[in-house]
C-alpha cells in the first residue's frame, strides 16, 4: 500500500486479499483480450467475467465486514475508486455476461436490390 493514500487502521489482511483479487481479475482480463476471436477466448472470457464479478461482490462483503460505510476515511483518496470505478466496473461486467449470453447472431440483410 502507498504510504498516505489509505489510513493505517485498514486492515492489511483485506488490502491484501482485495488487491490479488484485483491482479487476478487484471491478468485474465489481459489473457481474454490476447485470445479474443478464438474458442478459447470464449472461455477466458467466462473466467474473466465469473471470478471479476465475484471479486467485485467479495470487496463489498469485505468493506461491510469492517464496518467501511460507517468509517469512510479509512480509504483516504481511494474513496474515489469506490465512488467511481466499482460502479463502472459491474456495468462492465454485467453488458459482457449479457454478450455471452446472447445466442442470436446478427446477420446483416440482404433486399434483392441490393444484390443487383
Given at each position: 500500500?502507498?504510504p498516505?493514500?489509505?489510513?493505517?487502521?485498514?486492515?492489511?489482511?483485506s488490502a491484501?486479499?482485495?488487491a490479488y483479487?484485483?491482479?487476478?481479475?487484471?491478468?485474465?482480463a489481459?489473457?481474454?483480450l490476447?485470445?479474443l476471436?478464438?474458442?478459447?477466448?470464449?472461455v477466458?472470457t467466462?473466467?474473466f467475467?465469473?471470478?471479476?464479478?465475484a471479486?467485485?461482490?467479495?470487496?463489498?462483503y469485505?468493506?461491510?465486514r469492517?464496518?467501511?460505510?460507517?468509517r469512510l476515511g479509512?480509504?483516504g483518496?481511494?474513496?474515489?475508486?469506490l465512488?467511481?470505478?466499482?460502479?463502472?466496473?459491474?456495468?462492465?461486467?454485467?453488458?459482457?455476461?449479457r454478450?455471452?449470453l446472447?445466442?442470436?447472431?446478427?446477420?446483416?440483410?440482404?433486399?434483392?436490390l441490393?444484390?443487383?
Amino acid at each position: 500500500m502507498v504510504p498516505g493514500v489509505v489510513s493505517p487502521e485498514l486492515p492489511a489482511t483485506s488490502a491484501q486479499s482485495l488487491a490479488y483479487g484485483d491482479l487476478i481479475t487484471a491478468i485474465l482480463a489481459l489473457l481474454a483480450l490476447a485470445s479474443l476471436g478464438t474458442r478459447a477466448g470464449t472461455v477466458v472470457t467466462w473466467v474473466f467475467n465469473a471470478f471479476g464479478t465475484a471479486d467485485l461482490l467479495f470487496a463489498f462483503y469485505r468493506g461491510n465486514r469492517i464496518s467501511l460505510p460507517d468509517r469512510l476515511g479509512l480509504l483516504g483518496a481511494g474513496y474515489f475508486i469506490l465512488a467511481a470505478y466499482v460502479p463502472i466496473l459491474l456495468i462492465i461486467h454485467g453488458l459482457t455476461f449479457r454478450l455471452l449470453l446472447r445466442t442470436k447472431v446478427a446477420v446483416p440483410f440482404r433486399s434483392k436490390l441490393s444484390a443487383a
